[in-house]
């Protein structure tokens, strides 16, 4: 059975490299290739692949955001993570986005066409070092003090998340924390998929019923839906 693939990635030396080896496989066959989240969801609704291999970190809509929409509309096509993204909170963001493996691009060929075989028959695949990370997560004891609300989040993200819970909007949060708005466009989709909020008010209601917020700015309009879909 020939295996049909979409390789996601934006930076394309190395889109390019590693469809050099994909075709390079007898079983395995590129259909199409995309720059960005947006894109790669494009392409799936054309090609409908067998996996999808997804990079995380992609100007507009990113990686996480991509493979939920992907997973969600399309059931019968699976993504594969392929990112230098090796901690546990990309990890479980991936997967709770629907993923079906995590690879770190320091894998080879025959690691890559182990991990396209295996999620192609339904099965979760990680690398190495990822499998490694996810025992030693959950063989550590969990400490019993008050839990840390959203572990999802990295710490970049939890305070993005708690100004958005004090009213900033894109602009302000950009303004305060010396990021472009661009990127805290980004951010904050990626918050909301981690979150599974489906809007930027749910996110903010979210918040508030973890604790996240304090003290309010001056009110600010609270705009509906994903941020992703305006980047």
Do not use: W
Request: hydrophobic share 45%; proline share 5%.
């Amino acid at each position: 059975m020939t295996i049909r693939v979409l390789v996601v990635d934006d930076h394309p030396v190395f889109r390019a490299g590693l469809v050099a080896i994909l075709e390079d496989l007898k079983d395995v066959e590129v259909v199409a290739q995309a720059c960005d989240g947006g894109q790669a969801i494009d392409e799936v609704a054309s090609h409908r692949p067998d996996v999808v291999l997804m990079d995380l970190r992609m100007p507009g809509i990113g990686g996480l955001g991509a493979t939920a929409r992907i997973t969600a509309h399309y059931p019968n096509t699976a993504v594969i993570v392929l990112t230098m993204d090796s901690d546990h909170n990309s990890v479980f963001a991936a997967l709770r986005a629907g993923a079906r493996g995590y690879l770190l691009k320091e894998a080879d060929g025959d690691d890559v066409q182990r991990a396209l075989h295996a999620v192609s028959k339904g099965e979760a695949v990680f690398g190495p070092r990822i499998a490694e990370r996810v025992i030693s997560f959950f063989a550590t004891p969990r400490v019993t003090s008050a839990p840390d609300p959203f572990p999802q989040l990295t710490p970049r993200e939890r305070e993005i998340l708690q100004l958005i819970a004090q009213g900033l909007d894109n602009a302000g949060i950009a303004r305060r924390l010396v990021l472009t708005e661009k990127s805290v466009r980004n951010r904050v989709s990626d918050i909301l998929t981690k979150l599974r909020a489906r809007s930027r008010a749910e996110a903010v209601a979210l918040a508030r019923n973890a604790g996240l917020g304090g003290e309010q700015t001056s009110p600010t309009t609270i705009h509906s839906g994903r941020e992703a879909d305006h980047s």
